[in-house]
Protein backbone atom coordinates (compact mmCIF):
# COMPACT_ATOMS: atom_id res chain seq x y z
CA UNK A 1 0.00 0.00 0.00
CA UNK A 2 1.62 3.38 -1.03
CA UNK A 3 2.22 5.63 2.02
CA UNK A 4 0.71 9.37 1.06
CA UNK A 5 2.85 11.92 2.49
CA UNK A 6 1.40 13.65 5.30
CA UNK A 7 1.58 17.63 5.69
CA UNK A 8 1.44 17.79 9.09
CA UNK A 9 4.40 15.86 9.43
CA UNK A 10 5.90 17.88 7.34
CA UNK A 11 6.94 14.70 5.11
CA UNK A 12 8.48 14.86 1.50
CA UNK A 13 10.65 11.88 0.86
CA UNK A 14 13.54 11.80 -0.84
CA UNK A 15 13.88 9.59 -4.12
CA UNK A 16 17.04 10.70 -5.81
CA UNK A 17 19.51 7.76 -5.59
CA UNK A 18 22.31 9.74 -6.29
CA UNK A 19 21.53 12.05 -3.48
CA UNK A 20 21.01 8.99 -1.36
CA UNK A 21 24.57 8.00 -2.19
CA UNK A 22 25.83 11.36 -1.76
CA UNK A 23 24.83 11.52 1.81
CA UNK A 24 25.55 7.99 2.87
CA UNK A 25 29.56 8.67 2.00
CA UNK A 26 29.48 12.07 4.03
CA UNK A 27 28.03 9.97 6.27
CA UNK A 28 30.77 7.65 6.37
CA UNK A 29 29.09 4.66 8.04
CA UNK A 30 31.01 1.88 9.41
CA UNK A 31 30.08 -1.37 10.96
CA UNK A 32 29.21 -1.38 14.79
CA UNK A 33 28.73 2.24 14.80
CA UNK A 34 25.83 3.91 16.98
CA UNK A 35 23.54 5.62 14.61
CA UNK A 36 20.23 7.40 15.53
CA UNK A 37 18.48 8.32 12.10
CA UNK A 38 15.43 10.72 12.86
CA UNK A 39 12.83 10.55 10.25
CA UNK A 40 13.20 7.26 8.04
CA UNK A 41 9.81 7.81 5.98
CA UNK A 42 10.30 5.37 3.15
CA UNK A 43 13.39 4.07 4.41
CA UNK A 44 15.69 5.74 1.28
CA UNK A 45 18.73 6.41 3.57
CA UNK A 46 17.90 3.61 6.04
CA UNK A 47 18.47 0.72 3.79
CA UNK A 48 22.10 1.86 2.93
CA UNK A 49 23.07 3.15 6.31
CA UNK A 50 21.57 -0.28 8.05
CA UNK A 51 23.47 -2.75 5.12
CA UNK A 52 26.83 -1.03 6.47
CA UNK A 53 26.30 -0.34 9.84
CA UNK A 54 24.73 -4.09 10.59
CA UNK A 55 22.02 -1.96 12.81
CA UNK A 56 20.31 1.27 13.24
CA UNK A 57 17.86 3.13 15.79
CA UNK A 58 15.08 5.31 14.22
CA UNK A 59 12.81 7.93 15.32
CA UNK A 60 9.73 8.12 13.75
CA UNK A 61 6.44 9.78 14.50
CA UNK A 62 4.22 8.83 11.77
CA UNK A 63 2.30 5.07 13.09
CA UNK A 64 2.21 3.83 9.61
CA UNK A 65 5.49 4.73 8.53
CA UNK A 66 6.87 2.94 12.32
CA UNK A 67 4.73 -0.42 11.83
CA UNK A 68 5.94 -1.04 8.43
CA UNK A 69 9.85 -0.07 9.77
CA UNK A 70 9.19 -2.53 12.46
CA UNK A 71 9.47 -5.45 10.46
CA UNK A 72 13.22 -4.77 9.58
CA UNK A 73 14.77 -6.99 11.57
CA UNK A 74 18.02 -5.04 11.97
CA UNK A 75 16.01 -1.86 13.58
CA UNK A 76 15.13 -0.62 16.53
CA UNK A 77 12.10 1.32 16.11
CA UNK A 78 11.05 4.25 18.28
CA UNK A 79 7.84 5.46 17.79
CA UNK A 80 7.80 8.89 19.21
CA UNK A 81 8.04 13.10 18.23
CA UNK A 82 12.29 13.33 18.40
CA UNK A 83 11.61 16.13 20.54
CA UNK A 84 10.25 14.30 23.15
CA UNK A 85 13.08 11.45 22.95
CA UNK A 86 15.53 11.93 25.69
CA UNK A 87 18.66 11.76 23.10
CA UNK A 88 21.30 10.70 26.37
CA UNK A 89 19.01 7.65 27.23
CA UNK A 90 19.25 6.75 23.78
CA UNK A 91 22.96 6.82 24.11
CA UNK A 92 23.24 4.74 26.84
CA UNK A 93 21.26 2.17 25.28
CA UNK A 94 22.67 2.25 22.11
CA UNK A 95 26.37 2.68 22.55
CA UNK A 96 28.92 0.63 24.15
CA UNK A 97 32.71 1.30 25.49
CA UNK A 98 31.83 4.78 26.27
CA UNK A 99 31.13 5.13 22.45
CA UNK A 100 29.13 8.10 21.41
CA UNK A 101 26.01 8.53 19.24
CA UNK A 102 26.25 9.64 15.49
CA UNK A 103 22.97 11.40 14.36
CA UNK A 104 21.37 11.60 10.98
CA UNK A 105 18.36 12.27 9.14
CA UNK A 106 15.79 14.46 6.58
CA UNK A 107 14.42 16.92 9.95
CA UNK A 108 10.79 18.43 9.24
CA UNK A 109 11.56 21.68 8.25
CA UNK A 110 8.72 23.32 9.85
CA UNK A 111 10.30 22.26 13.29
CA UNK A 112 13.97 21.78 12.18
CA UNK A 113 15.07 24.64 14.93
CA UNK A 114 13.34 23.18 17.40
CA UNK A 115 14.87 19.61 16.92
CA UNK A 116 18.82 21.38 16.52
CA UNK A 117 17.79 23.19 20.01
CA UNK A 118 16.79 19.45 21.67
CA UNK A 119 19.65 17.88 20.09
CA UNK A 120 22.27 20.80 21.48
CA UNK A 121 21.25 19.76 25.28
CA UNK A 122 22.50 16.23 24.50
CA UNK A 123 25.46 17.27 22.54
CA UNK A 124 27.61 15.47 25.14
CA UNK A 125 26.69 12.36 23.89
CA UNK A 126 27.24 13.00 20.00
CA UNK A 127 29.91 12.47 18.15
CA UNK A 128 28.80 14.26 15.07
CA UNK A 129 25.44 15.02 13.19
CA UNK A 130 24.43 14.67 9.98
CA UNK A 131 21.16 16.52 8.61
CA UNK A 132 19.51 17.47 5.21
CA UNK A 133 17.67 21.00 6.04
CA UNK A 134 16.16 24.00 4.04
CA UNK A 135 19.45 25.17 2.30
CA UNK A 136 18.61 28.90 4.20
CA UNK A 137 18.49 27.21 7.43
CA UNK A 138 22.09 26.17 6.82
CA UNK A 139 23.59 29.11 5.44
CA UNK A 140 22.37 30.62 8.81
CA UNK A 141 23.80 27.89 10.54
CA UNK A 142 27.37 28.42 9.04
CA UNK A 143 27.17 32.39 8.56
CA UNK A 144 29.75 34.15 9.18
CA UNK A 145 29.50 37.56 11.42
CA UNK A 146 28.68 40.62 9.04
CA UNK A 147 26.51 38.81 6.55
CA UNK A 148 22.81 39.20 6.75
CA UNK A 149 22.34 35.23 7.65
CA UNK A 150 24.56 35.59 10.44
CA UNK A 151 21.95 35.71 13.62
CA UNK A 152 20.78 34.03 17.13
CA UNK A 153 20.86 30.41 14.92
CA UNK A 154 24.61 31.11 14.04
CA UNK A 155 25.54 32.23 16.94
CA UNK A 156 23.84 29.50 19.73
CA UNK A 157 25.40 26.35 17.15
CA UNK A 158 28.66 27.81 16.01
CA UNK A 159 29.82 28.18 20.15
CA UNK A 160 29.17 24.19 20.02
CA UNK A 161 29.73 22.29 16.70
CA UNK A 162 31.98 23.10 13.71
CA UNK A 163 29.97 22.90 10.99
CA UNK A 164 29.94 22.90 6.79
CA UNK A 165 27.34 22.44 4.44
CA UNK A 166 28.72 19.35 2.32
CA UNK A 167 25.68 18.96 -0.44
CA UNK A 168 23.00 21.00 -2.03
CA UNK A 169 19.84 18.90 -2.61
CA UNK A 170 17.50 20.07 -5.60
CA UNK A 171 13.53 20.26 -4.85
CA UNK A 172 13.02 17.31 -8.09
CA UNK A 173 14.53 15.34 -5.66
CA UNK A 174 12.00 14.58 -3.10
CA UNK A 175 8.37 13.39 -3.62
CA UNK A 176 6.52 15.77 -3.25
CA UNK A 177 8.92 18.37 -4.02
CA UNK A 178 9.36 21.14 -1.59
CA UNK A 179 9.32 24.64 -2.94
CA UNK A 180 12.51 25.34 -1.58
CA UNK A 181 16.16 24.18 -2.09
CA UNK A 182 17.37 21.41 0.45
CA UNK A 183 21.15 20.53 1.61
CA UNK A 184 23.31 18.80 3.86
CA UNK A 185 25.16 19.88 6.64
CA UNK A 186 27.79 18.48 8.71
CA UNK A 187 27.61 19.55 12.47
CA UNK A 188 31.10 18.45 14.72
CA UNK A 189 30.96 19.07 18.30
CA UNK A 190 34.24 21.09 19.70
CA UNK A 191 36.16 18.76 21.64
CA UNK A 192 36.71 21.62 24.09
CA UNK A 193 34.02 24.30 24.09
CA UNK A 194 33.97 27.32 26.11
CA UNK A 195 32.38 26.73 29.55
CA UNK A 196 29.13 29.20 30.15
CA UNK A 197 25.64 28.54 31.04
CA UNK A 198 23.83 27.81 27.83
CA UNK A 199 20.38 29.83 29.10
CA UNK A 200 22.57 33.18 29.58
CA UNK A 201 24.19 32.77 26.06
CA UNK A 202 20.16 32.56 24.24
CA UNK A 203 18.82 34.61 26.58
CA UNK A 204 22.00 37.92 25.25
CA UNK A 205 21.62 36.62 21.99
CA UNK A 206 18.15 36.55 21.62
CA UNK A 207 18.20 40.26 22.94
CA UNK A 208 20.98 41.50 20.76
CA UNK A 209 19.12 39.95 17.69
CA UNK A 210 15.63 41.50 18.70
CA UNK A 211 15.98 44.44 16.30
CA UNK A 212 18.97 43.34 14.02
CA UNK A 213 19.06 46.65 12.21
CA UNK A 214 19.86 48.95 15.41
CA UNK A 215 22.83 49.41 17.19
CA UNK A 216 23.46 47.38 20.24
CA UNK A 217 23.29 50.55 22.72
CA UNK A 218 19.09 50.17 22.18
CA UNK A 219 18.25 46.78 23.19
CA UNK A 220 21.55 44.98 24.28
CA UNK A 221 23.43 47.83 26.26
CA UNK A 222 20.28 48.55 28.17
CA UNK A 223 19.65 44.58 29.02
CA UNK A 224 23.73 45.00 29.91
CA UNK A 225 23.11 47.95 32.56
CA UNK A 226 20.16 45.97 34.09
CA UNK A 227 22.25 43.42 34.78
CA UNK A 228 24.94 45.55 36.63
CA UNK A 229 27.76 44.40 33.51
CA UNK A 230 30.56 46.76 34.69
CA UNK A 231 32.66 45.22 31.47
CA UNK A 232 34.23 46.40 28.16
CA UNK A 233 31.64 45.22 24.88
CA UNK A 234 31.48 47.71 22.42
CA UNK A 235 27.49 48.56 22.02
CA UNK A 236 28.21 51.18 19.14
CA UNK A 237 27.80 48.61 16.82
CA UNK A 238 24.95 46.21 15.58
CA UNK A 239 24.58 42.27 16.71
CA UNK A 240 25.62 40.90 13.21
CA UNK A 241 28.90 42.41 13.66
CA UNK A 242 29.93 40.54 17.03
CA UNK A 243 31.69 37.63 16.37
CA UNK A 244 30.63 34.43 18.39
CA UNK A 245 33.75 34.48 20.69
CA UNK A 246 32.85 37.90 21.89
CA UNK A 247 29.17 36.63 22.85
CA UNK A 248 30.28 33.48 24.55
CA UNK A 249 33.00 35.94 26.50
CA UNK A 250 30.00 38.08 27.74
CA UNK A 251 27.97 34.99 28.45
CA UNK A 252 30.90 34.51 30.61
CA UNK A 253 31.08 37.03 32.25
CA UNK A 254 27.04 37.41 32.76
CA UNK A 255 26.92 34.06 34.28
CA UNK A 256 29.58 35.21 36.61
CA UNK A 257 27.36 38.25 37.76
CA UNK A 258 25.12 36.21 38.47
CA UNK A 259 26.36 33.16 40.53
Known sequence: MKHIPRKRFGQHFLTDQGIVEGIVRAIAPRPGQAVVEIGPGLAALTQ????RLGHLT????????ARQLRQH???TVVESDVLKVDVR???HTACANE??????????YNISTPILFHLLEAVQVIEDQHFMLQKEVIDRMVAAPSTSDYGRLSVMLQWRYAMENVLFVPPHSFDPPPRVDSAVVRMVPHATPEALDVKVLSELVQVAFSQRRKLLRHTLGKWLDGEGFGGQFDVQRRAEEVPVAQYVALAQGIGQLRQ
Do not use: C, F, M, S
Open 99 to 108: QKLRVVGNLP
Open 89 to 91: DLA
Open 48 to 51: PLVE
Open 58 to 65: VIELDRDL
Open 73 to 75: PQL
